[in-house]
Every structure is written in C-alpha cells, then in structure tokens.
C-alpha cells in the first residue's frame, strides 16, 4: 500500500505539500551538535582491515517542535559496523541534535516531517568526518562513508509474515 496516499490535500504524515513548503522554504538550520559517541575496535581484528565488512545504520530517535518558541529539533543516530567474519572489528555509534527555528505559522506535522527529513542529511557529514577522524586514531584505514539517500518515497519492506501471508492467500 502506498504511505503517500492524498486525502483532502494532506498526505497520510498528516501535512500538506503547501504546508511543508512553507516550512521548507523559512526554516533556518539553529544548531547542529553532537550529543554522544561510542567508537570500539577490536584489537585482535587490527592489521589489514580491507577484508572487513561494513554495514550502515541510521535511525531518528526523537523529533518534537515547540511553536511558542518556534523550533524544531530532533535527534538522529548514526551507526557503522565492521566485521572481520563473524567477530565484530570496529563500532561507532553517535547521536547527533538537529535545532531549526521556523515561522510561528508552521504546522507542528509539517515542522516535524521537515526536520526528519532534511536534519538526517545535514548531521551525516559530521558522523562521516567524526569516523573517520576515529578510526585514523586507531590506525584503521576504512573507506569514505558512502552517501545516505532518502527514503521518503521507498515503501517499506514487508516482514516475512507478511509475505508468507499473502502467498498462502490469507
């Protein structure tokens, strides 16, 4: 089923596309801090580390918006593995608070689905820049963390339940 699916002007996420324009285009980026990070290698793991698998996470862990104050600020967590077989080699994980200010008109779903949206891209480059910064220290080469996309229009993917559902005609 589509997540995007229009109903009198607003999207299911509850905010027109006017509305997130308006937010979109008078917002202003207040902040952008780090709040915590974890970084671990395994020291039996050191040596050549291109033969490591590295795996990606992120994942919004709160957004809210204060309109008395006219603010938006959520917080985003940023993960990478590597794993040398089955053994984990090296983690980072950090969390990162993403403040924008916005106009007191704002609609509090319009700011927050701007602020999830646009403050995952603009807190990644600081976690790309601390990994790397990190795993210099430790004496690991790693690659350049790939670039993130958005998964604003990806539908998500069905659990195995699901799938075994439909299947069995259920």
């Known amino acids: 089923m589509n997540d995007l699916i229009q109903d009198e002007g607003k999207a299911k996420a509850g905010f027109s596309s006017a509305e997130y324009n308006a937010v979109a285009t008078s917002a202003h980026l207040g902040a952008i801090n780090m709040l915590a990070s974890n970084f ?9 580390s291109s ?13 809210s918006y204060n309109q008395d104050s006219r603010y938006v600020a959520a917080i985003f967590q940023y993960e990478v593995i590597a794993k040398l077989g089955r053994r984990k080699a090296m983690r980072c994980t950090a969390d990162f608070g993403v403040y924008y200010t916005t106009t007191e008109d704002a609609t509090e779903a319009a700011a927050i689905g701007f602020c999830r949206n646009t403050g995952s ?31 604003a229009h990806i539908p998500k993917k069905q659990k ?11």
Request: glycine share 8%.
């Open 51 to 63: 033969d490591w698998k590295l795996s990606y996470n992120r994942k919004v862990l709160s957004c």
């Open 160 to 170: 195995v339940a699901e799938i075994e559902g439909t299947s069995n005609g259920n």
């Open 121 to 151: 891209f603009a807190a990644y480059p600081y976690f790309r820049a601390l990994v790397a910064q990190l795993a210099w220290n430790a004496g690991v080469t790693l690659p350049p963390l790939p670039g993130i996309a958005s998964t």
């Open 40 to 48: 671990s290698v395994n020291p039996d793991c050191l040596g050549d």
